[in-house]
């Protein structure tokens, strides 16, 4: 089974500066795909940015880019220009290419930003 | 125009008692999932249907019961309700096919409180 880990629980940032949020995760399979959830305070769940395993080309979105290392199992989050919005829970999340089947989330690391 | 809905989004009741959550998305996706978020913000799956068809059943007590009548609805009903259910529940879709743009949405989510 594969399973998602996330070491930290807390992280802070002080606004307009950088972040890294580390996921791990641990699967036999060579096709996946990676996820970072956004969860503010409203509780909605956001995607953030996706990753294929089979890209070795690393995704941004905007302020949002990873460090997806295939062979060291590592998926980071790295936010740019912290800004006030973005604290919130952070989850990292797999999911299995075949069939379409559920995200394993990580435990999710809670990011405060301050002013 | 909500694309997963749920229905209550708070829900308090007392142990014992039987209660029902509704899930609806207009996506026109033929997956719908449930999930648990617990006290610790840890989500996990409980359910996946694929056209109205159970396909996945992680270990939930039998006192979850979901149904889906159709595409477009999964519904939960919960029976006997104990103080462990208490918990935050996410409805979310995707559309079966290849590729990481099956994204999941989810739901708002319903609080449910067991007193």
């Known amino acids: 089974a594969q399973t998602v880990t996330q070491s930290q629980p807390e992280m802070s940032v002080q606004e307009a500066e950088t972040v890294t949020l580390s996921c791990t995760y641990d699967?036999?399979?060579?096709?996946?795909?990676l996820f970072w959830y956004k969860q503010p305070p409203s509780r909605q769940m956001i995607l953030v940015i996706r990753?294929?395993?089979?890209?070795?080309q690393n995704a941004t979105e905007n302020r949002f880019s990873v460090n997806f290392q295939k062979a060291a199992k590592s998926f980071s989050l790295k936010i740019s220009d912290s800004q006030l919005g973005d604290a919130a829970m952070y989850f990292c999340a797999y999911r299995s290419a075949t069939g379409n089947t559920p995200l394993v989330f990580g435990k999710g690391t809670r990011l405060s930003v301050i002013a | 125009d909500t694309a997963v809905s749920q229905t209550p989004k708070y829900l308090v009741t007392q142990m014992g008692n039987d209660k029902s959550i509704k899930c609806e998305q207009n996506l026109g996706h033929d997956t719908m999932y449930w999930y648990k978020q617990d006290s610790k913000k840890f989500l996990k799956i409980m359910f996946s249907y694929n056209n109205k068809e159970l396909i996945i059943n992680e270990t939930v007590p039998n006192r979850f019961s979901p149904k889906s009548p159709d595409k477009a609805h999964l519904n939960l009903h919960i029976n006997s309700l104990e103080l462990g259910d208490s918990a935050v529940y996410f409805c979310?879709?995707?559309?079966?096919?290849?590729?990481?743009?099956?994204?999941?949405?989810f739901g708002p989510g319903t609080r449910l409180t067991v007193l």
């Open positions: 990753q294929e395993a089979y890209k070795q």
């Open positions: 979310a879709s995707s559309q079966v096919g290849w590729g990481p743009h099956n994204e999941q949405f």
């Open positions: 699967t036999s399979e060579s096709d996946y795909y």
